[in-house]
Every structure is written in structure tokens, then in C-alpha cells.
């Protein structure tokens, strides 16, 4: 809270979070996430050349402050973002002989927390599971027409929305005007061990990301990756890294944003076959010890940090936005 206004440091104490320990107003305890310019997929942090000078990021910083981006390329000694994709953006604003100091740090998550487990049974319909800021990048206005595309085509079905934020009055209202009172709950922002346990309660995570009018997305959303490590497949679209972690067929379904009918297609062939959204979740948590294991991506900044050469590029995966 070192330098933080006395207003927000209420504001903080009063919603009974620590800010060491939040994010985005989805959970209350969520793991704080390397910082975003708007408009930007990539959550660069930078580590200048010169050691008195600290590590800075972007995340929130007004769109003009982006003018300062190249300066800050130019001057860092390594530079850190969240995907592949972000990467790759980042390193086309350099010369080829200085692109390998922008390397790639994922996002970990403590997968002891976060385990694989056995999904409860659907003989009561499929469980979905949504838990995002109520913002416009979260695309969930679409998530709520493909719940009643679901409803319409009788198929059964539960949707909990765990989270808060700007929009929160408008999809309250959504539910309201399309009926979907018995399938959807709104129960709020939860503390992240809470949240666990709605992981392991449902069958599926979905949310229909895209770039909002601002331009901005998301990178990779961390709650991807909760789910996964779970067991938990994820329906999601080909914006910004997420195919890197939600690859189609593989580990979830990718449709394309802002396609109501698309994403009810995908939640319903999903929700008419368990043994595929088994195979997917175990190839998803596969995945996430793989990629997304904190103590490990720690390790390996702290690695990059003290000199040691990047590893290898990974190809990046397709971006094919079927739901196959």
C-alpha cells in the first residue's frame, strides 16, 4: 500500500481484500498479475539496463503513455510479457539482433490449490462456470444469449457468474429480459479458495473473450488456467494468447468472439459428452504443469533475470476458431 492514496487504502480495507493479494474484482485473494497498457494483449515488465533504476510496468497508465513504449524497448535489458502472442508483438517494434531480449514469462498459478479432480455428475444438466470483471472484453453479454440459445434448445444447463464490476447492472439486467433466472446466479465476487471449490463443482469454464472498442483483451485470463489445472475444459475465443493455453480440440473449445450461436454449439456438444471434456481437462492440466506452474515460471525469471539465455521459441499454436 506504500504510496497509495488514504482514499484507496480505504477503499481496499473496506472491501476486506489485501492489495498484495488482489486482481481484477473477480476474487478477493486472487494473486496479483504482471500490469497491461490498454489497448495491449502483452503485460510487459521491464528491466532496464541500468540497475538503480526499478522495474516498471504499464498496466493502466493512460494510452498516451504508450508513446513511451519504444524508449522503454530500446533501454531494457530484458523484457518480460505474458504470451507468445505479446511477445511477438513487442519484438517486431525492434531490430532483429535486440528481439531476443524480449522473452516470454507465464502467468503461474499454485496448482497444489488449484488440483485436478473428478467432476461431479450431470444428471442434472452441465454446470458452467464464468468468473471475470463484468467488463466489455469479458464478452459475457454474448456468454448470456448463447444461455438462452441453450434454453431454447432444452438443453439442461447451470451457468454461476462469480464476479463483479462497471457492467454488473447491465447483464443483471440481460437475465432479467431473456428469462434466465432458473439458470443463471450472480452470487457475487468470492475469496479464491472459494472459487476453487466452484471449479471442482462445475463441468465447464466459459467465457467468450474479445477486444473491446478500446481495443483492449486480454492476455491470457488467469482463471484459464484455474480451470484447467482442475480438470475443467474451457470455451473461450482466438484473442490474444489465450490459444496458446486454450487450444482448440486439444484443451477446450475456441469459437469465434461475439458469436452467440457458435458458443452455445460448442457448450452443447460439450455438454453431451463427458468422456471428451474428460480427455480435454486431463490434457489441460497436463498443459498447466507444464506452462503455468508459479514456482516453476518463478525459478525461471529469476533465471533470466541473472543472465541465462532464453529458452528456445515454441511455435505458436493454431488459432483456429472451430469448436472441434
Known sequence: MHGWSPSRRRRWRRRGASPGSASSGCTRTSPTRPPTARGSPASPAFRSRSPPTPTTSTRRIPRLRNATLDWKLRHAARVFTVSNFARDLLRARLPEADRERVCTAYVGIPTGLFRAEPPPTDRDGVRLLCVARFQEKKGIDTLLDACALLRDRRVPF???????????????????????????????????????????????????????????MDGIPTVFMEALATGRPVVSCAVSGVPELVRDGETGALVPPDDARALAEAVERLAADPALRARLGAQGRALVERQHDQDRNARRVVELLAGAPPAGDEPAPSRHAGHG
Open 158 to 216: 447451470h451457468l454461476e457468474l462469480i464476479g463483479d464490476g462497471p457492467l454488473r447492472s447491465e447483464l443483471e439486467a440481460q437475465v432479467v429480459q431473456l428469462d434466465l433466472g432458473r439458470h443463471v446466479a450472480l452470487p457475487g465476487p468470492l475469496l479464491q479458495e472459494e472459487v476453487a471449490q466452484a471449479m471442482k463443482a462445475c463441468h465447464l469454464v466459459v467465457m467468450p473473450c474479445r477486444r473491446d472498442r478500446t481495443g483492449d
